[in-house]
């Protein structure tokens, strides 16, 4: 049972703290993005649809980004390119700088780098980042500011440069854009998601074109997400039914001490619902101990052993990030829902056969047990 | 009414003092105002360095006179024996009877059955069974 526990406690730990990483990182996403779609795969987008897309009613700005993935180190980073003239957000919200400064608009050729990927690189503010583009050129940059944000995985895999220097990188001609942001009017928060999917709609009319939401986004988390956790709750299940079979097992089939233990207590003048609140409080014990400890285990393989195996799988095929300690929440609906999964099949398990048993004629039980 | 049972049935995840006070449990009572008595049925009986010992670490005849003590701990009206010296020593044996005696002219009612004459001797009344009927 403490294994299930703490089988169950880690996972959705886990999953709990993927969700919030993943609610901060939309925190500062814009409210719509545009992405290229042909044969079904992402593509550079056609940057002559910003006016067009502009002129649509509800949209306040239209923003290029040009992003990718660069090879550091045997380690896939994410390299943004940020548009300082025309930020749309507040960068400095979104990254906050821990030391050095931030990018400025008129200054190419430097980066800002998340916390951990400086630990990764073992890099500090006036260090040189050397990266190899596609086409095998190499580029230096100067790092002019380490971030710490709210979101592990940002710290964990994000390398913001300037808008042009991320296209030069990437080789995006300059009518193409890896995606566009779009930020919708202020606007009632009642009234904000119509106004979104009408923007959306229209948007999507042009041609190969995908657009993405918050919600779809938050969706895409949450299927992700929840679909690796829904697995490992399968193999919890499965732990936790058999544990619940074998306690039963062991109480009614070959319990001949549980029931001789019961026909005695009757014998020595307790009652049926006296020997069933015995065992009550005996499972509850049990069961709270149990989770107890799984709970902690789980806190523990998380924080301290940082989750092996079980991170590689709930990230998926970011086992290319770079070691960041994984994003875990101890959620009080977490812990509760672990105390009641431990609780319920002890108590199956115990006054169930004890109930059985009460029933039974005490000298009938005592002797049988005996025999 | 306290029992003492032939096969003596104390609880064996539980020590000496506890299986004399388990009849308690169910009376809804504050256990603790009963563990002096525990200690002192149990010294009467000749255990009192054994009370905190567990069931496996007492002989036959030590675990019979804890059954004793704990059919005494809810001063019952009536206390019933079934065979209560089979399967203990002659020592045992003999406080246990003592013990008996005592309880008797303290004006306790004692119901024993009963193979051995020299117990039945003691007895104010003797009843004998044959073949499931009382026959003296």
Known sequence: ?371 | MGFVFQHINLLPNLNAVDNVMMPLVCHGVDLADFRERAFKLLADLGLSDRALFSVEQLSGGQQQRVAVARALITEPAIIVADEPLTFVDEASGKTITDFFIKLRDEKKTILISTHATNLARLADKTYSIQEGKIVN
């Open chain 1, 1 to 371: 049972m403490v294994l299930a526990s703490a089988l169950f406690s880690s996972v959705l730990f886990m999953k709990d703290g993927l969700a919030r990483d993943g609610q901060i990182s939309l925190k500062y996403a814009p409210d719509l993005t545009i992405q290229g779609i042909a044969n079904g795969r992402q593509t550079p987008y056609e940057t002559r649809y910003i006016p067009y897309i502009q002129a649509i009613l509800g949209v306040k700005t239209v923003v290029e980004r040009i992003w990718g993935y660069g090879n550091i180190g045997n380690t896939l980073l994410v390299i943004v390119g940020v548009d300082l003239e025309d930020p749309s957000i507040d960068l400095t919200a979104a990254y906050p700088i821990e030391s050095g400064s931030f990018l400025e608009s008129n200054k190419n050729g430097t980066v800002v780098v998340g916390k951990a990927v400086a630990e990764l690189i073992g890099a500090k503010v006036g260090n040189f980042l050397t990266i190899i583009t596609e086409s095998n050129q190499v580029r230096q940059y100067a790092i002019v500011g380490i971030f710490d944000s709210e979101s592990g995985i940002f710290n964990a895999d994000t390398i913001l440069m300037s808008k042009n220097d991320a296209r030069s990188f990437f080789e995006v001609p300059e009518d193409k854009a890896t995606d566009l942001l779009v930020y919708v009017d202020e606007v009632d928060p009642q009234f904000y998601k119509t106004q979104v999917n009408f923007v959306a709609r229209e948007i999507s009319e042009l041609p190969n074109t995908r657009v993405l939401t918050k919600d779809v986004l938050a969706a895409a988390q949450e299927t992700a997400y929840g679909a690796r956790s829904g697995f490992f709750s399968i193999v919890w299940l499965l732990v936790l039914v058999s544990v619940a079979i074998v306690a039963f097992n062991q109480t009614v089939v070959v319990g001949h001490e549980s029931r001789f233990e019961v026909g005695l207590l009757k014998a020595l003048g307790f009652s049926t619902s006296d020997i069933i609140q015995v065992r009550l409080i005996e499972g509850t014990v049990l069961g709270i101990l149990a989770a107890s400890i799984g709970i902690v285990i789980g806190i523990f393989f998380n924080a301290v052993l940082n989750a092996p195996v079980l991170k590689d799988f709930m990230l998926g095929w970011a086992t290319l990030y770079p070691a960041f300690p994984v994003p875990f929440m101890v959620s009080t609906q977490t812990v509760l829902l672990t105390y009641v999964i431990s609780i319920v099949p002890i108590l199956f398990a115990t006054v169930i056969p004890s109930w059985v048993n009460a029933t039974v004629d005490p000298d009938i039980a005592m002797r049988g047990a005996r025999a």
